[in-house]
């Protein structure tokens, strides 16, 4: 009787595993990622202003200054060497703004911020980042009272390409941290092991 109700069963579990396996894995596609602070270093281009052209320009001078460094940052794995990378290559970095914006005819002065700065919940993508203490390289164009783009430079996410990739306001409710991913998967297992368990003592 035993062995007869043991087929069913465990074509049940199976079904029971499948289904888990196929929740799971949309939950971690849809659900956005959140990174720790620490060692995590951000870049922020800040317009002169939100008037159109201002913006297009500090468009550019993005495109200019990641096309420059993303040799140079693509294949690091440690941040203390992103660091030495962005301090090293400040002056560059400056000339590189101050050219393409002379080239797109404006004459605001440039400057850059590296520190550690207070941010709201942003998201990048599929990439969230909780409130809180980042450190940051910040290129300012002139009054940088417009609207900022940022992405992350390290860990290098700023050469992914994510289609119109922009900061925006993200709710609290909608984070997720990598350590609670990584739970829901160790106790996914754990169901797994626990079925199998009682599979093989029928």
């Given at each position: 009787?035993?062995?007869?109700?043991?087929?069913?069963?465990?074509?049940i579990?199976?079904?029971?595993l499948l289904?888990?396996?196929?929740?799971?894995?949309q939950?971690?596609?849809?659900?956005?990622?959140?990174?720790?602070?620490?060692?995590?270093?951000?870049?922020?281009?800040?317009?002169?202003?939100?008037?159109?052209?201002?913006?297009?320009?500090?468009l550019?001078?993005?495109?200019?200054?990641?096309a420059y460094?993303?040799?140079?940052?693509?294949?690091?794995?440690?941040?203390?060497d992103?660091?030495?990378?962005?301090?090293?290559?400040?002056?560059k970095?400056i000339?590189?703004?101050?050219?393409?914006?002379?080239?797109?005819?404006?004459?605001?002065?440039?400057?850059?911020?590296?520190?550690i700065?207070?941010?709201?919940v942003?998201?990048y993508?599929?990439?969230?980042?909780?409130?809180?203490?980042?450190?940051?390289?910040?290129?300012?164009?002139?009054?940088?009272?417009?609207?900022?783009?940022?992405?992350?430079?390290?860990?290098?996410?700023?050469?992914i390409d994510?289609t119109?990739?922009?900061?925006?306001?993200?709710?609290?409710?909608?984070?997720?941290?990598?350590?609670?991913?990584?739970?829901?998967?160790?106790?996914?297992?754990?169901?797994?092991?626990?079925?199998w368990?009682l599979i093989?003592?029928?």
């Amino acid at each position: 009787m035993r062995r007869n109700l043991l087929v069913p069963v465990t074509i049940i579990s199976i079904f029971v595993l499948l289904g888990w396996a196929f929740l799971f894995e949309q939950i971690k596609q849809n659900a956005p990622v959140s990174f720790e602070q620490e060692g995590l270093i951000r870049f922020h281009v800040l317009a002169n202003s939100d008037k159109p052209e201002d913006q297009q320009l500090k468009l550019k001078v993005r495109d200019a200054v990641i096309a420059y460094l993303a040799p140079q940052l693509e294949h690091l794995t440690e941040p203390e060497d992103a660091r030495q990378v962005v301090v090293a290559n400040e002056s560059k970095l400056i000339d590189i703004a101050q050219h393409v914006i002379v080239e797109n005819g404006a004459n605001y002065p440039v400057s850059i911020e590296f520190g550690i700065f207070d941010f709201p919940v942003k998201s990048y993508g599929n990439f969230v980042l909780p409130a809180g203490k980042y450190e940051a390289v910040r290129i300012l164009i002139g009054n940088a009272e417009g609207k900022n783009w940022w992405c992350v430079l390290f860990p290098p996410l700023c050469f992914i390409d994510i289609t119109n990739a922009a900061a925006v306001p993200t709710d609290n409710a909608n984070i997720i941290s990598r350590n609670e991913n990584a739970t829901d998967n160790i106790e996914i297992k754990w169901k797994v092991a626990e079925v199998w368990d009682l599979i093989n003592r029928r």
